[in-house]
């Protein structure tokens, strides 16, 4: 299969050719790579700064302990290489199997690691029986996938990439061809619907490569993000998969903000990068994102050289020896420079279901809250916003509802009905918001936040 890979400055176009291409709980605290110094590893100074750092990783690569020991020690997200793909989970229809995925999620829960799930539907690596179908018996066997694997995985997912590489390469912003496409051109945002309904607390993502820059193809996915928001389609967030070939696009900053500018969370997913300007171009991709106050975070596609899909270019972080590469000190340095407060979306963006204006005059801050309710539980997403003056921490009074359980919160400490600003979210600028988050058992009714600034 040859690629196209779009990277390094202006419009250098790179043709790669592949011999053999072939979350701990959602919302879950970021959480410090276990025994981490803050700015020490990417995944603690990615959460300094509120991001996450991931990779994907191999089931089969478990067993190996040169493998977890950088796996545990640098990253806090999980992205599962190809074991929740469709010929994965359901490799015979209606029979679904999930022990190499289990095994990655069974990994990350017992090291305080979130899950991106990648990828319910997808063109190429369908089941051989998909790929001899189509029609309405391929939507509904399609539908079928993505509620019963994101039902599955529900509560234990952070994103999902429900859609990957639907949009064609070129200039045509279109659509890719493929027996998905051609079940009609909603089936993209009935996936997303189906899988909102699966796993209310996840958030839901678009995937694809070369859409790193300002391009057609980019403009496609772009304008269908547009369309999905406008009509409340459940899109949460876009994935930009950043295979490069050298430096990022000239305007990846620009691209990734036209689409946070939407109302979505963007995430780099699939990060790796070949060339002689490796270390520079990772620190360009990361300084991007700390740019991007909803960009969430940061996935490389595999830990060492020798794990990466793209044979013999050596585009990631660590060596085949399992060795820090001089793009691996271009990335942390990165990390812990300046970065914006980050500031994701909720998985769903209705209105407020109840605000206050923080106790009164001069207490700096107001807070409101949003909810995605489901059957049996919920997750509110708290906005603090900073008044006319920045402030320098916060404490939100928020009493859970009763009959309701927290089961789990993110981007904050909480001490009974006082939720307090973590470490890298105190100092908000005036005017800014920062966001934090719970998940809990029962109904989110009530919910009354007030807001004082430190
Ligand atoms: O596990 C079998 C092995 O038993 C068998 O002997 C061998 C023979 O070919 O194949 C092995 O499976 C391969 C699998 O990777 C695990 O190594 C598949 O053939 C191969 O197709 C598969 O490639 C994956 C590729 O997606 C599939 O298109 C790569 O690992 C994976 O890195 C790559 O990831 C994709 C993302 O999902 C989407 N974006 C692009 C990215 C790179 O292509």
Not at 11 to 33: D, Y
Not at 158 to 170: I, L, P, Q, R, S
Request: aromatic share 8%; net charge neutral.
């Amino acid at each position: 299969m040859t690629r196209t890979i779009r990277g390094g400055r202006g419009r250098l176009r790179l043709a790669v050719t592949l011999a053999a291409v072939s979350a701990v709980a959602a919302g879950a605290a970021v959480a410090l790579a276990s025994g981490a110094e803050a700015g020490s590893t990417l995944g603690a100074s990615a959460a300094e700064k509120g991001r996450y750092f991931g990779t994907a990783v191999a089931a089969g690569k478990l067993s190996n302990s040169q493998y977890t020991g950088i796996l545990d020690r640098e990253f806090n997200m999980i992205t599962p290489e190809n074991e929740m793909k469709w010929d994965a989970t359901e490799p015979t229809q209606g029979q679904f199997r999930y022990t190499g995925a289990d095994q990655i999620v069974a990994h990350a829960q017992a090291h305080g690691q979130r899950m991106r799930g990648h990828a319910l539907l997808w063109y190429q690596q369908e089941p051989g029986w998909a790929q001899n179908m189509s029609g309405s018996a391929l939507r509904s066997a399609m539908m079928n996938h993505v509620t019963t694997v994101a039902g599955h995985y529900k509560g234990k997912i952070y994103a999902w990439d429900v859609v990957n590489e639907a949009f064609a390469d070129g200039n045509s912003g279109g659509r890719r061809d493929s027996n998905l496409q051609r079940t009609g051109n909603d089936w993209i945002e009935a996936a997303f619907r189906a899988a909102r309904a699966a796993d209310p607390g996840a958030k839901l993502c678009y995937n694809d490569y070369n859409t790193d820059g300002i391009n057609a193809k980019s403009t496609g996915v772009y304008n269908m993000v547009k369309d999905f928001r406008s009509r409340g389609v459940p899109i949460d967030c876009v994935g930009f998969q950043s295979h490069l070939g050298g430096l990022p696009p000239s305007d990846y900053q620009a691209n990734l903000q036209r689409f946070a500018d939407l109302g979505v969370e963007v995430q780099i997913t699939e990060l790796d990068i070949s060339g002689s300007n490796q270390a520079t171009a990772y620190a360009n991709v990361v300084k991007a994102c700390l740019n991007v106050s909803r960009c969430a975070g940061i996935t490389t596609w595999g830990i060492r050289d020798s794990d990466s899909w793209r044979t013999g270019e050596n585009p990631l972080l660590f060596d085949a020896n399992g060795n820090k590469k001089a793009a691996y000190t271009a990335t942390l340095n990165a990390l812990n420079g300046p970065g914006s407060t980050v500031s994701t979306p909720p998985v769903s963006s209705p209105p407020p279901v109840s605000s206050s204006p923080g106790g009164g005059t001069g207490n700096g801050c107001t807070a409101t809250v949003s909810v995605n309710q489901w059957e049996g539980g919920f997750v509110a997403t708290v906005r603090v916003t900073a008044g006319s003056s920045a402030i320098n921490g916060w404490t939100v009074t928020l009493p859970v509802p009763s009959g309701a359980t927290v089961t789990g919160s993110w981007n904050v400490t909480r001490s009974g009905n006082s939720w307090t600003n973590v470490s890298y979210n105190g100092h908000v600028e005036a005017g800014q918001y920062t966001e934090f988050g719970f998940q809990a058992t029962g109904t989110a009714s009530g919910l009354n936040p007030a807001c004082s600034a430190a």
